[in-house]
């Protein structure tokens, strides 16, 4: 079990671990767990430091994988990176790592 953050990041809550993967975007590493929040259908792409989802895992792309949760992960992100541009997501990811 990990902790992740609540979709309004004000509390953390137990997520069963799946995958571990890491992604450069934008020059910048970004580490992410594949966690699924105890009670939850779905898995979900969320960034290690902060604990934020980054991105939910659908069914489609876990069957492109062959039910592979990490290369799944990458599908998502990468996927995001389409709609949203490189800057855009690296933005948004380092805007919700807390400072340490």
């Known amino acids: 079990m990990v902790k992740v953050a609540d979709a309004m990041r004000e509390k953390t809550i137990d997520a069963e671990l799946l995958a571990k993967t890491a992604k450069t975007i934008g020059g910048v590493r970004f ?14 792409v969320t960034e290690a430091k902060s604990g934020g989802i980054a991105a939910k895992i659908t069914t489609h792309s876990l069957e492109v994988c062959r ?34």
């Open 31 to 44: 580490n992410f767990l594949v966690t699924r929040v105890v009670g939850k259908a779905y898995a979900a």
């Open 67 to 100: 039910g592979d949760h990490r290369k799944a992960a990458q599908r998502e992100i990468d996927l995001l990176i389409q709609r949203h541009g490189e800057d855009r997501v690296k933005a948004v990811l380092q805007f919700g790592v807390k400072p340490t």
